[in-house]
């Protein structure tokens, strides 16, 4: 049941005011797909100031939330007003969140400057929760200059959060090979910079060379040659001068123009993410899709039909074709 507009106008006044409760409300709603929370985005588009949002992405295990504490700490510092957006794993039984979002940004989640929000992916591809677009919208209309996007990992299809934020850290840690061989594979361009966590491990400045070697024969767009930070999360150490990389990116972005591309990108993208759910859920409504899908997938494995022709039929029934 949709709200009456005094109520819907009431928590939207709550929310620019900085209220997480509410907005904690109010992302539920976007989280679970609710045409109320649709609503309420379109209302929310309307906010004038938009938050600055860094990604921050690269495999389990390398340290991605201690560097976004040291990180939202940095910021906070400086009087930012700041958002944490935590994409978690989803459980397979309740598609719920794994990991607690407090638990990690103890010291710091009693400022009331900031607010941090843990999402779970829900199956969904690219390391990004779907509803991570909604939230980052909420976040500016609570006035949060800057919005963190903590990922769940990377590989060659998780790199949607080139599609959202304007800087993109990339995390690594020395001794994974495996990770430098995917980089090769076609990550590398996602990273804006490149940071080599717990940098008091054996082996942190051959990382770094490597990194740098791969940067040399991957070329550079003209504007901006992506820097490789060494940092240790746990202590603090290259902190200040990954932040100084940031806000110099930042700058970069500003006078030379292309963070106004990079927004008009996103919102293609998610413009287009938006046209696949609506066909998708209007097929869904018209036929029984999933009894199609089986029937097809049976045809298709024994060699009657092919995946091509099954979705030209499914949305000749459908309509759209």
Not at 194 to 205: E, H, L, P, T
Not at 270 to 292: D, K, P, T, V
Request: overall charge neutral; charged content about 25%.
């Amino acid at each position: 049941m949709r709200k009456p507009k005094t109520a819907a106008a009431e928590l939207l006044n709550f929310v620019r005011e900085g209220n997480k409760r509410r907005a904690s409300e109010l992302m539920t709603l976007i989280e679970e797909g609710s045409p109320e929370g649709e609503e309420y985005l379109k209302e929310l588009a309307a906010t004038p100031k938009r938050a600055y949002v860094l990604g921050v992405t690269g495999w389990p295990g390398v340290g991605k939330s201690s560097l976004v504490y040291r990180i939202a700490r940095s910021l906070l510092g400086q009087n930012k007003a700041v958002g944490i957006i935590a994409i978690d794993p989803s459980s397979p039984l309740s598609g719920g969140s794994l990991l607690g979002d407090r638990e990690r940004m103890k010291g710091i989640d009693g400022d009331e400057r900031l607010f941090i929000r843990s999402a779970a992916t829900r199956g969904h591809p690219g390391g990004i929760a779907k509803a991570t677009r909604g939230f980052v919208k909420v976040m500016e209309a609570m006035g949060k200059e800057i919005v963190i996007v903590e990922t769940v990992g990377v590989g060659q299809d998780q790199v949607s959060i080139v599609q959202m934020a304007h800087t993109v850290l990339l995390v690594v840690v020395p001794g994974l090979g495996d990770y430098l061989q995917s980089l090769k594979a076609g990550v590398l361009e996602i990273g804006d910079i490149f940071v080599v966590n717990k940098s008091d491990r054996q082996g942190a400045d051959q990382t770094v060379a490597d990194i740098e070697m791969m940067l040399g024969m991957n070329g550079s767009d003209g504007v901006w040659k992506p820097p490789v930070i060494k940092t240790v999360a746990t202590n603090g150490a290259g902190t200040d001068e990954l932040m100084r990389q940031i806000e110099r990116h930042r700058q970069v972005l500003e006078e030379s123009q292309s963070i106004n591309y990079r927004r008009r990108s996103a919102a293609k993208t998610e413009i287009l993410e938006l046209i696949s759910a609506r066909c998708l859920q209007r097929i869904a409504e018209r036929l029984n899709l999933e009894e199609l899908l089986e029937t097809y997938a049976e045809r298709t494995c024994e060699g009657f039909s092919d995946p091509y022709t099954a979705v030209d039929e499914i949305l000749r029934q459908s309509g759209i074709l």
